[in-house]
């Protein structure tokens, strides 16, 4: 894409530069394309950036595994590490899980390994010698040894500039106000500063995609769901990998940066200080050190869950030239979705 308003020049323009924007755009520029990114705000400025970003078999059921992107998502996350040359807050030490009952414990570990799933049953005392920081352990806990956490916008910067280090380009500031047609084929898109004219439009804007696939006719059923993520301040490390326990879901952004993740209950009234504080209060509670634990902030963000749960990655429907790319988890689904789409549109 040489100028705005220019006319096709072939580029595949991906609309968004979430973490499902920027792997696709690095995986088109690795195969050969030429890509160009539109971004209305910054890199990860959206839900991506206030992801909780655990990869790896997370408290996901066992049915999850029967979409086949999801079973590929280890091992092409795992491609994508090695791929990429800068870091991007990647944090080993596992994960370890626990349900309401020592029983619900026992069947999720008993169901994943079923499926040959890396997955183990620890006793109480096991936990404590993996996670000091605990005040207290369950009898039993999952521990996951291979799961990692990761900067969700650090891991987003790292796809866009292996992007544009393969030839691709990344605008900000961007925004995407429309798609244009003609003949029947999506051919461009509407920006505040004129058209912008691709080959194919990826829109990989999350919960924008309905609205602007409406733009050319196209129906897409992608709900808006919330969450908040909440980010404190510690003194020093206080858990080594992911908890995930009845009360929270904690890790270690970076040394001093605990983040925590909660559903938002139906009839949240608005205010994310008062959803935060359950949280802060068990974390003070039940970790060594946590009396020093202070929330820096807590922000609810809608997560793109394509109806019915499964990724949605493809043509639309009788538009030549729009392709749709949403999906939840996407930052465990990142390199499996990027490959994907580079295939789609090989």
Sequence with gaps: MSRLNDRDDGSILVVGAGIVGASIASYLARAGHQVAVL???SAAAGVTGNSFAWVGLAKSACAAFSDRLRRSAADEFGRLERELSEPFGLRRGGAITWEETEVATREFVDAHRAL???????????VLDREPGLCEAPTVAAYAPDDVGVDPVALTRALLRNAEDHGATVRYGQPV????????????????????YGSTIVLAA???IPELAASAGVVVEVDASPCCLIRCSTPYPLVRGVLSTP??????LDDTTLIAAEDVPVGFGGNVRELAEPTLRALRRLLVG??????IDAVVVDRPI???GRPLLGYAKGVPGLYLAAAHPAIILSGAIGLHVARDLA
């Design 39 to 41: 971004e209305g705000d």
């Design 116 to 126: 040959g799933h890396p997955i183990e049953l620890l006793r109480g005392e096991d």
């Design 177 to 196: 106000l429309s798609l244009l047609q003609e003949g029947g084929r999506v051919c461009g898109v509407v920006t505040p500063h004129g058209p912008v």
């Design 206 to 208: 999350g919960t924008a």
């Design 247 to 252: 009360e929270f879901e904690v890790r270690q």
């Design 290 to 295: 946590g009396d020093q634990v202070e929330l």
């Design 306 to 308: 394509p109806r019915g």
